[in-house]
């Protein structure tokens, strides 16, 4: 999904090793080419129903927004 900014929210698969079962990750990122670049993204959700429930509490907002959020991790 296209965000203002150059920006984008995807969903990628995330698993510690290969013979684990992939968790799906939401991030946002600035994107060139539908690609992110390294750096520049962060984990908003582990998951669907996590980011669901988040834009849920914030009343359809974008809570990755607000100066105080702190995402999981930053790739």
Known sequence: MDLAEGRA???VPFSLNKFERSDWWIVVGTSEDEEF???NV???AKGFLQFFKQIM???GRCYFDEPDFQP???L
């Open 9 to 11: 929210i995807a969903y």
């Open 37 to 39: 670049r390294q750096g």
């Open 42 to 44: 962060s984990v908003i």
């Open 57 to 59: 509490d914030a009343d």
């Open 72 to 74: 999981d991790v930053v």
